[in-house]
């Protein structure tokens, strides 16, 4: 027979559980809003990021590469956010109407509500460590994205001593800051 500290202890675990998942829909949220932010970005700058491939030779597949990868991401992160068969603790009016004519003594029905919070604290469990699994993939991907890019900049940078005199001329009276603004 189960006491009401022992219901106590399944119900902090149970809401430990339920806490887990409220902080993986917050990190969800945040690489959704981070990946979509740069999927965003390369979309509407699709003509300024092929120019500065060509300008600093880089291969555009590189940057084809780039948006696979966050798209990838994306889908990822997209999936973690279906996932939604979490486990109530039980159902209050089937408790009821399980009743019959008297209801179960106290700790009779204490015994019955640890099982139901053991059941689904398991089974809640198990959907988050699967979101846990599809964010943990989504950071590693948008994390080789942003890598890949710093690369390009890098190979853009150390290809930007190779370009003409007069280039550079032309940068320099071409950028908005020296319009005497």
Not at 7 to 30: C, H, I, P
Not at 93 to 100: A, H, L, N, T
Request: net charge negative; with cysteine; hydrophobic share 50%.
């Amino acid at each position: 027979m189960a006491s009401e500290i022992q219901y106590r202890v399944f119900r902090e675990v149970y809401d430990e559980e339920a806490q887990r998942y409220s902080n993986l829909g917050t990190r969800s949220n945040l690489y959704l809003s981070i990946v979509t932010f740069y999927l965003g970005v390369i979309f509407f700058k699709i003509e300024d990021i092929l120019k500065f491939a060509v300008r600093f030779q880089l291969p555009v597949v590189w940057f084809l590469i780039l948006g696979i990868l966050l798209v990838i991401a994306f889908l990822l992160i997209v999936r973690a956010i279906s996932i939604h068969d979490y486990e109530g603790v039980f159902d209050p009016e089937g408790v009821i109407k399980s009743f019959g004519k008297a209801p179960p003594q106290d700790n009779d029905f204490l015994d019955d509500r640890i099982v139901d919070l053991a059941v689904a604290t398991n089974r809640n469990s198990t959907q988050n460590d699967k979101v846990a699994g599809f964010l943990r993939w989504a950071a590693r991907i948008i994390l080789l994205a942003v890598l890949l890019q710093v690369v390009l900049f890098g190979v853009a940078i150390i290809h930007a001593k190779d370009l003409p005199y007069e280039d550079k001329i032309q940068e320099k009276t071409n950028c908005p800051c020296s319009s005497g603004h």
